[in-house]
C-alpha cells in the first residue's frame, strides 16, 4: 500500500492523469486550511503516514505550506518527496533526506527564469527607463541602446537554469562563458571555466548572472573584491538565491559606478524590508522572488510529477533525483 500525500490544488489539475494505483492505494489530500482529508474524513497528521509527498508549486508561500512539511517530518514511512523547487537549501529537506526520503527536484522553473534574465538585461540595454519615461513626458527624443550581439555572458551556474540562459543569449549572438564545478565543453557555451578562474573573467564581461545554488562555497561569493573585478558598463543579475550576494558591497560598488546595473530577484532577507535602500537606487531593477513564475510553470511541474509518480511505482529511475550528499552537505 503507497500513501501518497497531494496539496489538493494541485491534485485537482493532475487527478485525471494520474497513474493507475492499487486498490490498496491512498491517495490524502491536504486542503488549504492545512487539513488531511481522506475522502470525507479528516485525517490528524500524525495518522497521515504518507510515504509519497508532492510539494506542488502552489503550496510554497501559503499558510498551508508549513503544516504539509510538519507531516511529512511526523510520518515514519516517508520514502520519497518531489519538489516543486530547483533549490533545497533549505533546511526542511535535509531533514526529510536524514529521515530516509529519497528527494527529487526540479527545473521547470528555467523557461520563465531564462525569458525574466533576457527582459531585465535588454531592457536595461535598450535604454527601458528612458524611453517610458519620453513617451509619459510625450516627448520626441530617439535614445541610442547597446546591443547585446557581440556582448560577453558569464554565467555563474550551469546548471538547468544556466544552460536555458544561455541558449537564449546565444540566440541574440552574445558569447556565452559558463562556471561550473566541472568545465567540460557544454552545448550552449562558447567557452567553460571552474570558479576559481571567476575573478580573472570577470574584466571581460558585459552581463554576469548568478544562476547557481547557494551553499557553503557561494555564499557571499559576489563581495568587494569580485565587484571592483567587474567590467565599467557591465549588470550583474541575480536569480539564485540572496545570500550569493553580499548586499552592502554591491550597494557601495553600484554607487561608485560599477557595475553600472544590477537586476535582482532574490535578497537575503525575504520579503525585502520596506525601509531597504535597494527599492529606491537609480541602478537597481528589483522583481520579489518571481522570475519563475511564467504563465507554463504549473503545467510544467504537474507534468514532472505525474512522470515520476509512475517510475516511482514503477520501480524505475526518478528523474531529476537529488544525490543524499548534496542535500545534507
Known sequence: MTRILLYEPGYQRIKDRLPTLGADDVVLLMRPDGTI???????????????????????????????YFVALLKSPVLKWVQSSSAGFENPV????????????????????????VLWGVLDYLQQGAQRRA????????????????????????????????????????AHIT????????????????????IHDLLPECDVVALTTPLNAQTANMVDAAFLSRMKPGSVLVNVGRGGLVDEAALLAALDAGTPSHALLDV???????????????????????????????????????????????????????????????
Do not use: C
Open 37 to 67: 482529508w481522506q475522502g470525507d474524513k479528516e485525517v490528524p497528521a500524525d495518522d497521515a503516514r504518507p510515504e509519497v509527498a508532492w510539494a506542488s508549486v502552489d503550496l510554497f508561500r501559503t499558510k498551508a505550506g508549513r503544516d
Open 267 to 329: 535578497f537575503e532577507t525575504e520579503p525585502l524590508p520596506s525601509d531597504s535602500p535597494f527599492w529606491d537606487h537609480p541602478k537597481v531593477t528589483l522583481t520579489p522572488h518571481s522570475s519563475a513564475m511564467g504563465s507554463g510553470l504549473s503545467a510544467r511541474t504537474d507534468a514532472l510529477f505525474v512522470e515520476n509518480l509512475g517510475r516511482y511505482l514503477a520501480g524505475e529511475p526518478l528523474i531529476n533525483e537529488v544525490a543524499a550528499s548534496e542535500v545534507t552537505g
Open 93 to 116: 529537506f535535509a531533514q526529510l533526506v536524514q529521515k530516509g526520503a529519497r528527494l527529487s527536484n526540479n527545473h521547470s522553473q528555467a523557461v520563465g527564469m531564462s525569458e525574466y
Open 178 to 197: 559558463g562556471v561550473r564545478r566541472t568545465a567540460g565543453p557544454q552545448e550552449h557555451a562558447d567557452a567553460m571555466a571552474t570558479p576559481d578562474r
Open 134 to 173: 519620453h513617451q509619459a513626458a510625450h516627448s520626441w527624443d530617439p535614445q541610442p541602446f547597446v546591443e547585446v550581439s557581440g556582448s560577453r555572458w558569464l554565467v555563474i551556474g550551469f546548471g538547468a537554469i544556466g544552460q536555458a540562459v544561455a541558449r537564449r543569449a546565444r540566440a541574440f549572438d
